[in-house]
């Protein structure tokens, strides 16, 4: 009883955006967070990037959202307090919060870095923690976490614009390294030039690899080429463009959401080429089979990354200067935003300033 006494009287207050229903309306709201244990970190958030799952959650479009619901899961800012038995971190680090906050540490996928598999594993926000309280996201001033599930930024990162890498990073980081798409002088198509599109970009080319942006839009095409250095650019939609670049290319990372045929995306790929899909459309993909009979073609799926690879991520993203292209935004306009969002009215990423437009809150 005395411990439980003393656990609540160390709880953290904390204040936050929280949708209360399925209209997805964010407002403010108060909540406590645990008091910062043995092994956890708390952090000081200064910006969160807002995720088009953040979307998808707020207005339970995957049937899976508890309320009230803060979402935020590129979650970055200051260290401010450490566990008794905390090693990698020390008050006055940076450091940043992925997708998830936990898992079983002891399943085959834990055990081989890949906890972003484990069967057990703790989303950052609208699911349960081992105490069985409900887990809430960065749109918010303060965090913590178990260190095993805490990232250290390097210090010639901008926290804001390196904020989306922790999960638009990661997203396309673990594929391209995983599949093999990451030799110097591949040649590797990224469909879609949004939030993960755009990194994916930025990522492959600091591989070496030769990029080709595939996109609906005609308009993309300066943009990839001119500003994001892609190699070339095709229009999906542009059957002469598509048939001309049949068969040229080692692997794709599909970031498009939407639903879409995938028959010309394989139609693309070379023999033993590899089309690996990272967005989640909401109804399933027709898949044709015959296509990949005849090259022994590749379709597969990659979600985020372990801990180990996202660190090794943010690490070669630091090296090599790559950031995500942001548009920064106070905590109040965070309706906007996702209204905007819907549009895909964003180049490429909003974050949330949360460390300057939630001061009046505190």
């Known amino acids: 009883m005395l411990a439980k006494t003393q656990e609540k009287v160390q709880a953290k207050q904390a204040t936050g955006w929280a949708a209360r229903g399925q209209s997805g309306v964010l407002s403010p ?23 088009h799952s953040d979307l998808h959650m707020v207005k339970n479009e995957w049937g899976t959202s508890t309320y009230p619901l803060v979402p935020g899961h590129e979650i970055v800012g200051v260290v401010t307090e450490v566990g008794s038995k905390v090693e990698k971190f020390k008050v006055g680090d ?23 598999y484990c069967p057990k594993m703790i989303l950052t926000y609208s699911a349960k923690y081992y105490d069985e309280t409900t887990t809430y996201g960065g749109y918010s001033d303060l965090m913590v976490a178990d260190e095993h ?39 590797v198509g990224v469909v879609g030039l949004g939030g993960l599109g755009h990194v994916a970009v930025k990522f492959a080319k600091a591989m070496g690899v030769k990029v080709t942006v595939i996109s609906t839009s005609p308009n993309k095409k300066q943009e990839a080429i001119e500003h994001l250095a892609a190699d070339s650019f095709l229009v999906s939609r542009d059957q002469d463009q598509m048939q001309a670049a049949q068969g040229t290319m080692d692997g794709i ?27 989640a459309p909401e109804r399933p993909l027709e898949l044709p089979v015959f296509p990949l009979l005849m090259g022994r073609k590749v379709v597969g799926g990659s979600c985020i990354g372990g801990m180990k690879e996202t660190q090794e991520m943010v690490d070669f993203a630091a090296k090599h200067n790559i950031v995500a292209d942001i548009e920064v935004i106070p905590i109040d306009h965070v309706n906007t935003a996702m209204d905007r969002l819907v549009k895909a009215d964003v180049r490429y990423r909003f974050v949330i300033d949360i460390g300057n437009s939630m001061k009046s809150n505190n």
Not at 157 to 170: H, V
């Open 149 to 187: 599930f805490v990232v250290r930024i390097p210090d010639n990162l901008p926290l804001d614009a390196g904020a989306p890498l922790l999960c638009a990073g990661i997203t396309v980081y673990s594929p391209l390294r995983y599949y093999g798409l990451d030799k110097p002088g591949m040649h």
């Open 29 to 51: 709201f108060k909540f406590s967070r645990r008091a910062t244990g043995e092994k956890d970190v708390t952090f000081k958030v200064l910006y969160c990037g807002i995720c």
């Open 253 to 279: 990372i599909d970031t498009v959401s939407a639903v879409h045929p995938l028959l010309p995306l394989i139609g693309l790929l070379k023999s033993h080429g590899k089309l690996v899909m990272v967005g």
């Open 94 to 116: 940076k450091v940043g919060v992925g997708c998830m906050v936990g898992s079983c540490h002891s399943c085959d996928n834990c055990k081989n870095d890949l906890e972003n």
